[in-house]
Structures are given as C-alpha cells and as structure tokens.
C-alpha cells in the first residue's frame, strides 16, 4: 500500500467550476504537505504547502490539511482551461522535511472543458 | 527567477549504453533530489545529496550512481540501460534554510531506450 493515495482520474469539469482533488495518507509522522501541478512533458511544479493541519489560500487555490482523518485536500475556484494538468499531493515528515525524499501520490489528471 | 537545470532534456540510446543526466540546482541550494517517473506514474525517488554527500537513496538500481560536485551540481550516470529505464527524470533541488525547504523540480530529461 502506498502511503499516500489519490485518485488519479481523470476529471473533467467546466470551466468556472470549483475543483476538489483530494489524497489520503498512512505515515502519521507526515507533517508537511505539498500540491504540485504537472503539465504533460513538464517538471511538477509547486504549487502551495501546509504545514500540520489547516487551510492555506493562494489566489484561486486553497490547500486543506485535516490530520485526524489524515486527509488531504486543494481546491480551485473559478476553474480555468489552463488549470488543466497532473495534479499531484506530496507529503514530508518534520524530521526530514529539506532533507529527504518527497513521498508523491499517484496523480490526479484534471481537464476543465471551456 | 532562476530554475533547475536539467541537461539534456531528450536522450536516446541502446540497451546496454551508457548515459549521463546533469542537473544545476537553483543558486544557493544545498540539496539534489533524484526522481524517476515512468508513463503514467509519480515521480519515485532515487537518491539525494546535501553538501556534496549522499543523504538518502531511493529505489536507485546498483547500474546507476550519481555524484553531487563542488558546484553542487549533480549528475546521474547509468550504465547498462534496459528498455525499462525509459522514462522522465526530474532533478530537484533544496535548500536547508527554515522556511524555504521545499523541494523545486528542473523540466527533466526524457531518456528512451531502444
């Protein structure tokens, strides 16, 4: 069992929409989260990280991290046909966190339909 | 701002070849992290190097090694290549200082081999 699941898709919704992709993890020791965007053919791109538990907001984007049920969550408000890509949760424990390997998800494929 | 660097970005060789991905981190990062992604999965992690030294190894095949130099630039040499080594390569890179620990990927290297 990986230690981090997500559902890898694909997505399709409309554009405008709001977009929810969603991981969950094993390892409790995970503190740090991360979302990274991948175009087809590109290096992941990060997009946001939390730390522990709570909601962290970058312009459309909001990253969500509830540790009791050890799941992890990004919205995006007002989908764009840009926002299509790979999206892909990361998780990293404090101890290691700058220092170790990034334990990827699957991958979600999103397409937003003009 | 300046990125990873990732040289080449496509290579193509034979079985049993030989090849060799460079990786220039961002300025004044210490860190390089190794992922390998095939067709469809997440990046998976293969070695790391702080400060010149290995920190961490992944699922890396003993044909493969890398190095990071005085420059903390990294390369990843691979020698009797199979068919399944064709994939994406990512080089990311880190810094040790609190609060910007997070892991920037370069574009990648796409290898195939025939």
């Known amino acids: 069992q990986k230690e981090v699941e997500q559902d890898p898709g694909p997505l399709s919704v409309p554009e405008g929409a709001i977009v929810s992709l969603n991981c969950t993890y094993s390892?409790?020791?995970?503190?740090?989260f991360m979302w990274y965007r991948q175009y087809s053919r590109k290096g992941p791109e990060l997009l946001m990280y939390t730390y522990s538990s709570g909601n962290k907001e970058d312009g459309r984007f909001t990253a969500q991290v509830d540790k009791s049920s050890k799941y992890i969550s990004l919205f995006i408000r007002d989908s764009q046909p840009s926002d299509s890509a790979t999206y892909l949760c990361?998780?990293?424990?404090?101890?290691?966190?700058?220092?170790?390997?990034?334990?990827f998800g699957t991958g979600t494929r999103l397409t937003i339909i003009p | 701002a300046a990125g990873v660097i990732q040289s080449p970005r496509h290579l193509i060789k034979e079985k049993r070849e030989t090849a060799t991905l460079k990786c220039y981190p961002i300025p004044r990062h210490d860190t390089v992290y190794w992922y390998q992604q095939g067709p469809g999965q997440d990046p998976q992690f293969l070695i790391s190097?702080?400060?010149?030294?290995?920190?961490d190894k992944g699922s890396i095949p003993d044909r493969f090694s890398a190095q990071q130099f005085s420059d903390y630039h990294s390369e990843l040499n691979m020698s009797s290549l199979e068919l399944g080594d064709s994939a994406l390569y990512f080089c990311?890179?880190?810094?040790?200082?609190?609060?910007?620990?997070?892991?920037?990927f370069g574009p990648g290297t796409r290898l195939l081999v025939l």
């Open positions: 390892n409790s020791a995970f503190q740090y």
């Open positions: 190097f702080y400060e010149k030294m290995q920190s």
């Open positions: 990311a890179s880190s810094t040790r200082r609190r609060g910007q620990e997070t892991q920037y």
């Open positions: 990361a998780s990293d424990t404090e101890e290691d966190f700058g220092n170790e390997k990034l334990t």
